[in-house]
């Protein structure tokens, strides 16, 4: 039977990547996002049939309820939910960091993670279905600048493995996927819109790709339903950690 799947964050990156993954192996897929341009070419690429694109911003409780239910009968029935929409805002220190950076941050990798959660959970549960939740190397590993941002992925993972206790019994698999460097739009929008800053970050570092996460949402995705993986971690050969630092007077 086909399945259905709903990604977050479907207009670049990880997400978009997801929808070719997904719609390419004969899913169902709803594609959301705020930038419509963008989810326009990959309903026409794979027909309206296989590709849904459900515009608003996730932050916008009132207009994520609309998109849903606004969905076509067809796709209705969702067995699995990528909770991928998400950014970085920012580097500065935490003492001169922006507090609406850190705000933005919050409600969408967090308040909006956890209402379209909460909202698709029933019927997650009556269907047996799957959670994919994105979150990061930097909910794990502090780094300088990581401030709020890091915060954020580590709720999304401690949350993860809260949802997979609470689901217990019912047959529910959650999963939260902690990436390291991947190059997609991520630090163009982290910086505001400094594409040199982003070129830079990711020359000659041989970054994971989209595609790279794209298969390994795919991969959870598709295991027998009797596995679960809680989480998974990954980063590119360039990428490794740091030692402690001290400061001295
Ligand atoms: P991109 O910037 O390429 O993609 C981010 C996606 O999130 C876009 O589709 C964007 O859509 C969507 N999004 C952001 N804010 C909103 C909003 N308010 N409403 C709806 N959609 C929104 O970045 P990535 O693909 O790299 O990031 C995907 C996820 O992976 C994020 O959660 C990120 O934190 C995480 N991640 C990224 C890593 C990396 O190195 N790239 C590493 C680890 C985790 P639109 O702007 O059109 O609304
Ligand atoms: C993005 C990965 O290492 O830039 O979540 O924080 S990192």
Known sequence: ??????????????????????AQAGWKVIAT?????RLQPLVERYGKEVV??????V??????????????PAFG????????AGLAQGTAPAQSASLKDWTTMIDTNIT????????????????KGAIINISSVAGVYPYPG????GGTKAFVSQFSLGLRSDLHGTGVRVTTIEPGMAETEFT???THGDQVASDKLYTGANPMTAEDIAEQIFWVASLPPHLNINRLELMPVSQSFAGFQVARE
């Open 33 to 37: 996002g705020r930038r419509s341009e």
């Open 77 to 84: 029935d969702i067995d699995l939910l990528v909770n991928n």
């Open 112 to 127: 909006a993670l956890v209402t379209l959660t909460h909202r698709l959970l029933p019927q997650l549960v009556e269907r």
């Open 52 to 57: 849904h694109a459900a515009v608003f911003d």
């Open 188 to 190: 163009v929008v982290r």
């Open 146 to 149: 990581g401030n709020a941002y």
């Open 1 to 22: 039977m086909t399945r259905t799947v709903l990604i977050t964050g479907a207009t670049s990156g990880f997400g978009a990547a997801a929808v070719h993954r997904f």
């Open 59 to 72: 932050r916008d409780p009132v207009a994520m309820e609309a998109a849903l239910l606004a969905l076509p």
